[in-house]
């Protein structure tokens, strides 16, 4: 170490503690350091963190999926009805042609009855 002023003294130990003492020493630097977290105090964070987001994406995933079943249930039960309401109406239609299938030939045959007794 060189000092300030150039004279052939050798340093001494008490030249060296005055001017070193405005630096910190190991213990401050220790005591300083004690005011962060350290990398376990990091990891056991993001260990934790890990588990909240894990289980806020369980939790956001199980309400999806039962929001996407309730309305799975819902368009299942419409398709349902829409099938049901078709079976009915395709019913209804055979049954109207065939109760009025043969009006044609009823009709007819009263016309030819009717010209018969009018004549």
Known sequence: MK???ATEQPVTK???RTELQNYPTKADL???LQKYPTKADLNTALLLL????????QDVLTQFRSDMFTRF???MKELAQMREDTLFRDYDIEQLKAA????AKRI????TD???LRS
């Open 30 to 32: 220790r005591a300083e």
């Open 50 to 57: 890990k588990t909240e987001v894990r289980s806020e994406m």
């Open 108 to 111: 007819k045959i009263l016309e």
């Open 3 to 5: 000092r300030k002023i």
């Open 100 to 103: 009025t299938g043969d009006h």
């Open 14 to 16: 008490a030249d060296l």
């Open 73 to 75: 249930d819902q368009i």
């Open 114 to 116: 009717r010209k018969i």
